[in-house]
């Protein structure tokens, strides 16, 4: 444990998460991938391995749920970083729960203030904190008012068991609404070159409410790679075989996507993935993106796109060339997707 804390922590670009104090690094590390998702649960200790290594690198903000296994990932985090109390910022959610006589399968929503009260305990036992830093609401429970959460957050942020209050995909209303009851300290929802209804509504109110951003599947959930092929086969345990854009015949007609970030590579001596991040990093100060890996050398890559500058030009052309790209496919199936947005 001593040589952990004695390791030489490299430091990056650090970022505030709107108009509150939580200062994070520019970018931070989506653990989901590590147990649950992506195909079959990665090696435990390689996994401790890759966390530690983040924070070596100067990563200080990581990302987890309750839903993530689940219990899992919580379990992973919690011992990972367990030597790094007070020097990172673990964010985790709440919001699921079994579905009536199905304790494996997590496919019912609940935001009772009992809940939260009750399920606030496990995530402060796995993560093996004294308090939660961000406590999302995974998604908007339509069965129990904002308000009500908001609330319930406000008492475990008073009882000092949280620390910030976060919200998740919810839609501009909701955001206000919960914003006023206890102040919302960032929305954690899926943005990218290739998923941008984020900046019709939620970009111009978080702006105007001091809320931070931070943008989940940044890289499209590993297509904006450049990595994944129309040939490409995924797991069953893979849920990106369940999803529209991710058909063979979606991904071949979104590859222009991809070529268009290859472009901006090329001329910039980077990635597509770099490229992907810096042009979030360039959209707002208050931005910070999550991207998730299993592998060090993929990491490498992502924290690289912090030292990626690029000109409002070079963000307009980007931005030129990618909206005359019509994306093929739904990011999610139908039943998914009417959860976000609320």
């Not at 970022?15 to 998702?37: D, T």
């Not at 970083?81 to 990172?88: E, I, N, Q, S, T």
């Not at 910030?164 to 300290?185: D, K, M, N």
């Not at 222009?256 to 001329?267: I, P």
């Amino acid at each position: 444990m001593g040589a952990l804390l004695d390791m030489e922590i490299e430091t990056m670009k650090k970022r505030k998460l709107g108009n509150s104090n939580l200062e994070v690094s520019a970018i931070g590390l989506g653990c989901m991938g590590m147990s649950w998702s992506y195909g079959p649960a990665k090696d435990r200790q390689q996994m401790i391995s890759l966390l530690r290594a983040a924070v070596e690198r100067g990563v200080t903000f990581f990302d987890t749920a309750e839903v993530y296994g689940p219990l899992t990932n919580e379990e992973l985090v919690g011992e990972a970083l367990a030597p790094f109390r007070g020097k990172v910022v673990i964010a985790t959610k709440f919001g699921w729960a079994p579905a009536p006589g199905d304790r494996e399968r997590w496919s019912a929503l609940n935001s009772r203030p009992e809940h939260i009260r009750q399920v606030v305990e496990g995530s402060l036992s796995r993560l093996r904190v004294d308090a939660i830093d961000l406590y999302y609401q995974h998604r908007v429970d339509p069965n129990v008012p904002i308000e009500d959460v908001a609330g319930s957050v406000k008492d475990l942020i008073q009882q000092g068991k949280v620390k910030h209050f976060g919200l998740s995909e919810a839609g501009a209303q909701t955001i206000r609404r919960a914003h006023a009851v206890q102040p919302v300290t960032a929305l954690q929802s899926e943005y990218s070159l290739w998923f941008r209804r984020p900046e019709q509504e939620i970009l111009p109110t978080l702006e105007e409410l001091g809320i931070g951003f931070v943008p989940y599947s940044p890289l499209g959930k590993g297509f904006l790679t450049g990595k994944i092929t129309p040939e490409a086969k995924f797991d069953s345990a893979d849920f990106r075989s369940t999803l529209p854009r991710f058909r063979p015949e979606n991904l071949d007609a979104n590859q222009k996507m991809v070529a268009l970030l290859n472009r901006f590579a090329d001329e910039k001596k980077a990635t597509a993935a770099q490229i992907a991040l810096a042009w979030l990093l360039a959209k707002k100060p208050w931005i910070v993106p999550i991207p998730g890996t299993t592998k060090l050398d993929r990491l490498d890559e992502n924290l690289g796109a912090a030292d990626i500058e690029l000109s409002a030009e070079e963000i307009g052309q980007i931005e030129t060339a990618a909206s005359q790209i019509e994306v093929q496919g739904a990011r999610y199936p139908e039943q998914i997707e009417q959860m976000s947005y609320r």
